[in-house]
């Protein structure tokens, strides 16, 4: 099919594995020479494409599209991402495009010590806050699903798509 690309919800462990020929680097991928970009939008496993994403990549289905799979989870955080350039005439009522994170909205942290916990977005404090490691950084308050209020950098949380 000439494919250049592929984004699915999930992909197990052992098909990427087989895919690549050996196991993917823990904190920097996208310098592999597979000629294919793979995007995965859940994670690892047995996992659908959220209803949401499906939709806005269907939406847009004919399109140019751009796609980086580069991934580094060191400073200087680097996310798969993909560019559908396009005027805005063409995005229907439903198909509501982010406009970042505010207050509500729903958030997952990806860093311990609240790894994998969903929230939603209490705060967004203007003023640096200095963390454990003595860095100065933008926090976010989060209110987690079990009740907690919790302050993270920003950089360890990711918009949820409802």
């Not at 020929?21 to 995007?39: M, N, P, Q, S």
């Not at 400073?75 to 005027?87: C, F, M, N, Q, S």
């Amino acid at each position: 099919m000439h494919a250049k690309g592929i984004i699915a919800g999930g992909v197990k462990r052992h098909d990427l594995r087989e895919f690549m020929g050996r196991d993917i680097g823990v904190a920097i991928t996208g310098e592999e020479k597979l000629g294919l970009t793979l995007i995965i939008t859940e994670g690892f496993g047995r996992m659908a494409m959220s209803k949401r994403t499906f939709q806005l990549l269907k939406h847009f289905e004919g399109h140019m599209a751009c796609m980086s799979g580069a991934t580094q989870i060191r400073a200087g955080v680097l996310r798969p991402e993909v560019i559908i350039p396009h005027d805005g005439s063409s995005v229907s009522d439903e198909i509501k495009l982010s406009g970042g994170m505010v207050q509500g909205t729903s958030v997952r942290l990806i860093r311990e010590p609240y790894f994998g916990s969903l929230g939603r977005v209490v705060r967004l404090p203007v003023d640096l806050k200095r963390i454990e490691t003595q860095s100065l950084v933008r926090v976010v308050e989060v209110q987690l699903e079990n009740g907690d209020l919790v302050t993270v950098p920003r950089a360890n949380v990711e918009i949820m798509e409802e």
